[in-house]
């Protein structure tokens, strides 16, 4: 199951006003650019900046910022998606961040937020070099009451499995470690525990070396 499969199951993307806050290099900003929205981004780290600035068409608008302080406008965007990146924001500034959403969603606007459970084959590896079991449980939490909130109304939660193909150790290391400096000093205490976890939890199906993570799909419709 792919993450915009989840989206467009909710809500029709073309021409919609969308910003994917927490955009990495731009991955999932260029599904929503596939699906036919008017995508605009925004990440903290400037070399991934540049990478989504690059690889997305001349129309996005791909900026450096964070999630608790926002640089666009008033009710200038029709959705907004977390994917995998709100137990990035730290814990005391989450509740500032979802004020900066409903403030840039226009009145009946949308919020769709993928948050990874703390368990799954993935997670057993990845843990080893950095264990998010909190700040996971914390932003699912704050998920499941987000809807009793005044201004925010659940619309759906979907419950999937993202698979992830990595034929070697090596291609888990040069995507999910390496990138990273802190997770990159970690592995050289836990490598041979880590490699042996990951041989022993991957699936092997036909061909795929595939890692499996449990995450759930909240969405929001927001009104003032």
Do not use: W
Request: net charge negative; with cysteine.
């Amino acid at each position: 199951m792919r993450h915009i499969d989840v989206l467009t199951s909710l809500i029709d993307l073309p021409r919609k006003r969308v910003l994917d806050i927490g955009a990495g290099d731009g991955s999932y900003s260029r599904d929503l650019e596939a699906a036919g929205a008017v995508v605009s981004a925004i990440e903290v780290d400037p070399e991934k900046v540049a990478r989504a600035r690059a690889s997305l068409s001349p129309r996005a608008d791909v900026r450096l910022g964070r999630a608790e302080a926002l640089p666009f406008a008033d009710r200038s965007h029709d959705l907004a998606c977390l994917f995998f990146s709100l137990h990035h924001v730290p814990m005391e500034v989450q509740d500032t961040a979802l004020a900066e959403v409903r403030r840039i969603l226009r009145p009946g606007g949308r919020l769709h937020v993928v948050e990874p459970y703390p368990h799954g084959t993935m997670f057993d590896v990845v843990r080893m070099v950095e264990d998010e079991t909190v700040v996971r449980t914390h932003s699912h939490h704050l998920l499941d009451q987000l809807g009793a909130r005044a201004g925010f109304q659940k619309i759906a939660q979907r419950d999937y499995v993202l698979s992830r193909d990595f034929p070697t150790f090596d291609d888990l290391l040069n995507k999910i470690v390496r990138p990273d400096p802190a997770r990159t000093a970690a592995f050289e205490t836990v490598a041979p525990e880590m490699e042996a976890t990951y041989r022993r939890v991957a699936e092997d199906r036909g061909g795929q070396c595939l890692l499996h993570q449990p995450c759930a799909a909240y969405h929001f419709s927001v009104e003032d």
